[in-house]
């Protein structure tokens, strides 16, 4: 199979895991979230349902634009990055809404995945300037959830008892 084709499926395989993993985590501890005491800069709910596919549509796109336009060497150094950062994303879902909900350690993942998107954001606009911009708003978004992280640490003195 040739390397391009690949790594292209591989790119859109890590977006798809990652927001089926995402849907699957979120829904561990139904009720939790709810009751968890707010940041006064959180969005309001939502417009998570309205971010959320949007950000995995520009990852997709992304991705298959780097998979498909670019050489194997970029696309992979991209693929990386990807798989890196939804790697750390994916921590945070489990740390977070997973029992017994390690609100510090979920919002340290998150900082590695934002950090990391970040990177994603510069990888991909080396490779394809527009598949970066679609990619900011992704970056941004994880940028405000990681100081919501942070905000539902320093709110919830024991997760369990929510």
Do not use: K
Not at 67 to 94: C, D, I, M, R
Not at 119 to 137: E, K, N, T, Y
Not at 139 to 157: C, P
């Amino acid at each position: 199979m040739n390397a391009q084709i690949l790594i292209t499926a591989s790119c859109i395989a890590v977006v798809v895991v990652y927001a089926g993993l995402s849907a699957f985590l979120t829904s561990r501890a139904p009720g939790w979230y709810d009751r968890l005491p707010r940041p006064a800069w959180q969005p309001p709910d939502w417009m998570f349902g309205v971010m959320w596919p949007l950000n995995f549509l520009a990852l997709g796109l992304a991705s298959y634009a780097i998979g498909v336009y670019s050489p194997p060497e970029q696309s992979l150094a991209f693929l990386n990055v990807l798989l890196s950062s939804t790697a750390f994303a994916l921590l945070w879902a489990f740390f977070f809404y997973v029992p017994p909900h390690r609100l510090l350690v979920a919002a340290i993942a998150l900082t590695v995945a934002t950090v990391l998107a970040w990177g994603l954001v510069f990888v991909a606009w080396q490779i394809i300037s527009l598949a970066g911009a679609i990619l900011v708003p992704y970056a941004l978004w994880l940028t405000v959830a990681t100081s919501l992280a942070y905000g539902y640490h320093r709110l919830v003195d024991d997760p369990m008892s929510v």
